[in-house]
T-cell receptor, first 117, second 115 residues
């Protein structure tokens, strides 16, 4: 167990709806990254949050947005859901040091499996 | 060209076999390299980091060739429990201002070890 938790574990939505996924980072970690893993593919980086601000973004449209809270937990929001958004959404937490410049292992949560019908 | 490319697989091997995974990456400024393991319907977990000098952890050996932008993973004496998808992962150099920044994953190669 990594100590990273995600909720819900599974979710079914229809096209056009909005969804919010949640992630609690491991104790002591201050950075959360979100990844999308489509079936048969490797995880793809969506964005990263450090000190409650987005700190790097992958090739995802603006309808993918997020938040990080003072306790370092995080949310991923997806608006106007499309069929291709069906995937496993993974969050990963890590400790980036006090200035955010330190790379350490990212620990992944179990993921949220989103199905868009 | 994809940022990280792996052998497509799948690999089916008998117990005790030696199996090699190959990976190439396109960004020459990449800074860190890893192999992750992902069991079916589970999250990825770090198997080992990969260093230029090569490194070994029990039955697992990882190699990095920066000039060729090539990474490999060798599993010796494979066990049933080694069955999983193996993901080649690359981290670019941190951008200014610092951060952990992203991990770039390959598509993964499925390994099945048979009794």
């Amino acid at each position: 167990e990594t100590g990273v938790t995600q909720s819900p574990t599974h979710l079914i939505k229809t096209r056009g709806q909005q969804v919010t996924l949640r992630c609690s980072s491991q104790s002591g970690h201050n950075t959360v990254s979100w990844y999308q893993q489509a079936l048969g593919q490797g995880p793809q980086f969506i964005f990263q949050y450090y000190r409650e601000e987005e700190n790097g973004r992958g090739n995802f449209p603006p309808r993918f947005s997020g938040l990080q809270f003072p306790n370092y937990s995080s949310e991923l929001n997806v608006n106007a859901l499309e069929l291709d958004d069906s995937a496993l959404y993974l969050c990963a937490s890590s400790w980036a040091g006090t200035s955010g410049g330190t790379f350490n292992e990212q620990f992944f949560g179990p993921g949220t499996r989103l199905t868009v019908l | 060209r994809k940022e990280v490319e792996q052998d497509p697989g799948p690999f089916n091997v008998p117990e005790g076999a030696t199996v090699a995974f190959n990976c190439t990456y396109s960004n020459s400024a990449s800074q860190s390299f890893f192999w992750y393991r992902q069991d079916c319907r589970k999250e990825p977990k770090l198997l080992m980091s990969v260093y230029s000098s090569g490194n070994e952890d029990g039955r697992f050996t990882a190699q990095l060739n920066r000039a060729s932008q090539y990474i490999s993973l060798l599993i010796r004496d494979s066990k049933l429990s080694d069955s999983a998808t193996y993901l080649c992962v690359v981290r670019p150099r941190s951008h200014s201002g610092g951060s952990n920044y992203k991990l770039t994953f390959g598509k993964g190669t499925l390994l099945t070890v048979n009794p």
